[in-house]
């Protein structure tokens, strides 16, 4: 009996031991998704407050590249290329750094994205984009460091930089334009070659209009400007449902002529088959 209650007490004790308090960040964090035209940009920082305390100039001295908020670096992420004062910045992660002035900023987007904090030494080759933002005074203090996005239309934003009676804004140029007017002219020029080729594949594999699948494969050839061996390849098998015995040796030919060029074995396999199969070797 007095075993299994020292069993019991060490266990409650061990429990007691392992148990965690949980308590509120200083410095909570927060993550903002924001689509910009056609763009997805993802901010993730951490908001330290001022809590009596004099921020720029003080706790954020002016002159020296600052994390831009608490705890880890704060990071962006956009999904397609964006621009940052003419400079391209392709998809990925970046931590954004600044040095704060009293009347501009200078705003780093670093391809580090793992520090805590500031970089232990700062390399200049990992800047892949800076730019300098104007100060503009706010008439009331902001407590809480705050990060947000303003001023979005199709093709830009701002970020947002607030806090106590500053606020900063990091223009960001999206590819809006040339992303849609490259939708535009491929929908207005009508299916490509590629697109028939999906439709003409599909239509085999699915069993529906093989006479379909036979004119839309002929236009994904035609169009092409260098048809491949597997594009020939799907021209013969769809000539053949078709019954064009033919028309599907002529493309089985052409294949396997393609496919010992490219040394690619198993196509050459295939059409040699299918031409025994069809009466042609």
Same mark, same amino acid.
């Given at each position: 009996?007095?075993?299994?209650?020292?069993?019991?007490?060490?266990?409650?004790?061990?429990?007691?031991?392992?148990?965690?308090?949980? =308590?509120?960040?200083?410095?909570?964090?927060?993550?903002?998704?924001?689509?910009?035209?056609?763009?997805?940009?993802?901010?993730?920082? #951490?908001?330290p407050s001022m809590r009596g305390?004099?921020?720029?100039?003080?706790?954020?001295?002016?002159?020296?590249?600052w994390r831009t908020g608490a705890?880890?670096? =704060?990071? $962006?992420?956009?999904?397609?290329?964006?621009?940052?004062?003419?400079?391209?910045? +392709?998809?990925?992660?970046?931590?954004?750094?600044t040095k704060p002035n009293k009347?501009?900023?200078?705003?780093?987007?670093?391809?580090?994205?793992? +520090?805590?904090?500031?970089?232990?030494?700062?390399?200049? #080759?990992?800047?892949?984009?800076?730019?300098?933002?104007?100060? %503009?005074?706010?008439?009331?203090? $902001?407590?809480?460091?705050?990060?947000?996005?303003?001023?979005?239309?199709? +093709?830009?934003?701002?970020?947002?930089?607030?806090?106590?009676?500053?606020?900063?804004?990091?223009?960001?140029?999206?590819?809006?334009?040339?992303?849609? #007017?490259?939708?535009?002219?491929?929908?207005?020029?009508?299916?490509?070659?590629?697109?028939?080729?999906?439709?003409?594949?599909?239509?085999?594999? =699915?069993?529906?209009?093989?006479?379909?699948?036979?004119?839309?494969?002929?236009?994904?050839?035609? @169009?092409?400007? +260098?048809?491949?061996?597997?594009? %020939?390849?799907?021209? @013969?098998? $769809?000539?053949?449902?078709?019954?064009?015995?033919?028309?599907?040796?002529?493309?089985?030919?052409? @294949?396997?002529?393609?496919?010992?060029?490219?040394?690619?074995?198993?196509?050459?396999?295939?059409?040699?088959?299918?031409?025994?199969?069809?009466?042609?070797?």
């Amino acid at each position: 009996m007095r075993t299994l209650l020292l069993t019991a007490f060490v266990a409650i004790l061990t429990t007691g031991m392992s148990a965690q308090i949980k =308590t509120p960040q200083p410095s909570p964090f927060q993550k903002i998704e924001q689509t910009v035209g056609l763009t997805d940009i993802t901010l993730e920082y #951490s908001r330290p407050s001022m809590r009596g305390r004099t921020i720029m100039g003080g706790l954020v001295p002016y002159g020296k590249i600052w994390r831009t908020g608490a705890n880890e670096n =704060t990071k $962006i992420t956009f999904n397609k290329p964006v621009l940052i004062d003419g400079t391209k910045l +392709n998809p990925g992660t970046y931590a954004i750094y600044t040095k704060p002035n009293k009347d501009s900023w200078e705003v780093y987007f670093y391809s580090d994205a793992n +520090n805590w904090g500031n970089p232990q030494k700062w390399d200049e #080759s990992k800047v892949a984009a800076k730019t300098t933002a104007k100060v %503009y005074p706010m008439p009331m203090d $902001i407590e809480t460091f705050t990060m947000s996005f303003d001023e979005i239309t199709h +093709n830009a934003a701002h970020l947002g930089i607030l806090w106590e009676k500053t606020y900063v804004g990091v223009p960001i140029e999206v590819m809006t334009d040339k992303e849609v #007017s490259a939708s535009i002219d491929r929908v207005m020029n009508g299916p490509g070659s590629n697109d028939y080729y999906a439709a003409a594949v599909y239509y085999l594999n =699915t069993d529906k209009d093989i006479n379909k699948a036979k004119t839309w494969i002929d236009k994904a050839i035609n @169009s092409a400007e +260098n048809p491949a061996f597997w594009q %020939y390849r799907q021209q @013969s098998l $769809i000539y053949a449902k078709a019954g064009d015995k033919q028309g599907a040796i002529k493309a089985a030919k052409k @294949s396997l002529e393609l496919a010992k060029k490219a040394g690619n074995d198993d196509y050459i396999a295939l059409n040699e088959k299918s031409l025994k199969e069809w009466g042609a070797m």
